[in-house]
C-alpha cells in the first residue's frame, strides 16, 4: 500500500508563487514516476506535469516555463514549484502514482486571485 499526502495549497495573488509538496509513504522506493494532474472549477482532471524514476521531467503547454516538478529522494517527496500564477491556474492540484495500481492523492487547493 502506498500514501499520497498533498501539500502546500492555498490563496495567492496573481503574480506569486507556490509550492506543492507530494509525500509518498508506505511500500514504494525512494524515486519513482510522479505526476501532477489538475481540475478547475467546471473543468476535466488534466495533466500538469510529470517526472520519472530517472528526474526526466515533461510539462502540459500551460505550464511551461512557470511550474517546476522535481523530486526529493531522501524523503519520498515530489515538489511542483509554481511561479508566474494565473487565475487560470486555480483548480485542486492532485498527486499521482502508479505502483503495481493507481494511487491518488487526496488534492490541494490552489486559488488564485486578487
Known amino acids: 500500500q502506498v500514501q499520497l499526502m498533498e501539500s502546500g495549497g492555498g490563496l495567492v495573488q496573481p503574480g506569486g508563487s507556490l509550492r506543492l509538496s507530494c509525500a509518498a509513504s508506505?511500500?514504494?522506493?525512494?524515486?519513482?514516476?510522479a505526476t501532477w494532474y489538475r481540475q478547475g472549477p467546471g473543468k476535466k482532471r488534466e495533466w500538469v506535469a510529470s517526472i520519472t524514476e530517472g528526474g526526466a521531467t515533461t510539462y502540459a503547454d500551460s505550464v511551461k516555463g512557470r511550474f517546476t516538478i522535481s523530486r526529493d529522494g531522501g524523503t519520498k517527496t515530489v515538489y511542483l514549484q509554481m511561479n508566474s500564477l494565473t487565475p487560470e491556474d486555480t483548480a485542486v492540484y492532485y498527486c499521482?502514482?502508479?505502483?503495481?495500481?493507481?494511487?491518488w492523492g487526496q488534492g490541494t487547493q490552489v486559488t488564485v486571485s486578487s
Open positions: 508506505g511500500s514504494i522506493f525512494t524515486t519513482y514516476d
Open positions: 499521482f502514482v502508479f505502483w503495481g495500481r493507481a494511487y
